[in-house]
């Protein structure tokens, strides 16, 4: 089974993947983790990724291709795909990929949500500096402010998280990935899902769009 969520930056791709990769017992694949951790590494492939992400500009396919590459096991059939394929290009070739493994993309995944709400999110954001850990400051604050609940590393607010730069990456994702929507509902693989509440309540309405989908599966 291989599924794609597909969203605006905000959306809660990320949380959801990690969510239901456990769920599934799915390989999450994450390009945004992957290359949050290239970036902090200051890999080669990381200081490349950083300069696009800092403008609030989407990284260059053949960057994003290195990466899922070097992540992907091509004898592995189970995957959840959190940030790739971004584009159409990206999306013919990893469809030709795939093919090549007589496999196919199942299932994909749109969290919808509201531009004004996706503001909402981003621009209230923090991140750990030393571990990652994600915080929002209006629906989950750090217990203690500036201050990572699990390593007391000191939280901040990513680059790609102000106002300005959010703006840019929306018209970003309008331009590139709303096409892939299209082209993905024109495949008849794509469901479409409300983002806009709370954490758990997205889960269990993407977790039903996912049993749906299996049990249609076993019916053929």
Same mark, same amino acid.
């Given at each position: 089974?291989?599924?794609?969520?597909v969203?605006?930056?905000?959306?809660?791709k990320?949380?959801?993947?990690?969510?239901?990769?456990e769920r599934?017992?799915?390989?999450?694949?994450?390009?945004?983790?992957?290359?949050?951790?290239?970036?902090?590494?200051?890999t080669?492939?990381?200081?490349?990724?950083?300069?696009?992400?800092?403008?609030?500009?989407?990284?260059?396919?053949?960057?994003?291709t290195?990466m899922?590459?070097?992540?992907?096991?091509?004898?592995?059939?189970?995957?959840?795909?959190?940030?790739?394929?971004?584009?159409l290009?990206?999306?013919?070739?990893?469809?030709? &990929?795939?093919a090549?493994?007589?496999?196919?993309?199942? !299932?994909? /995944?749109?969290?919808? @949500?509201p +531009?004004?709400? *996706?503001?909402?999110?981003?621009?209230?954001?923090?991140?750990?500096?030393k571990?990652?850990?994600?915080?929002?400051?209006?629906?989950?604050?750090?217990?203690?402010?500036g201050?990572?609940?699990?390593c007391?590393?000191?939280?901040v607010?990513?680059? &790609?998280?102000?106002?300005?730069?959010?703006?840019?990456? !929306?018209? /970003?994702?309008?331009d @590139?990935t +709303?096409?892939? *929507?299209?082209y993905?509902?024109?495949?008849?693989?794509?469901?479409q899902?409300?983002a806009?509440?709370?954490?758990?309540?997205?889960?269990?309405?993407?977790a039903a769009?996912?049993?749906?989908?299996?049990?249609?599966?076993?019916?053929?």
């Amino acid at each position: 089974m291989i599924i794609i969520l597909v969203g605006a930056p905000g959306s809660g791709k990320g949380t959801q993947a990690k969510q239901l990769s456990e769920r599934y017992g799915l390989a999450h694949l994450s390009t945004g983790d992957i290359f949050r951790g290239e970036m902090a590494a200051k890999t080669a492939l990381g200081e490349k990724a950083a300069a696009y992400v800092k403008s609030g500009q989407l990284v260059p396919d053949n960057i994003v291709t290195e990466m899922v590459a070097g992540r992907m096991d091509p004898a592995s059939p189970k995957y959840l795909l959190d940030g790739f394929p971004r584009n159409l290009e990206q999306a013919h070739s990893f469809s030709k &990929d795939l093919a090549s493994m007589g496999l196919a993309v199942d !299932l994909v /995944v749109y969290l919808s @949500l509201p +531009e004004a709400e *996706v503001v909402k999110r981003l621009t209230s954001r923090r991140v750990c500096a030393k571990c990652g850990e994600v915080f929002n400051l209006l629906s989950m604050p750090p217990k203690a402010p500036g201050k990572c609940d699990k390593c007391g590393g000191a939280v901040v607010q990513r680059d &790609d998280d102000t106002q300005a730069t959010v703006t840019r990456r !929306l018209l /970003v994702f309008r331009d @590139l990935t +709303e096409p892939l *929507v299209a082209y993905y509902r024109a495949e008849g693989v794509l469901r479409q899902v409300d983002a806009a509440g709370a954490m758990d309540d997205v889960t269990k309405k993407v977790a039903a769009v996912i049993d749906g989908h299996l049990a249609e599966t076993k019916k053929k």
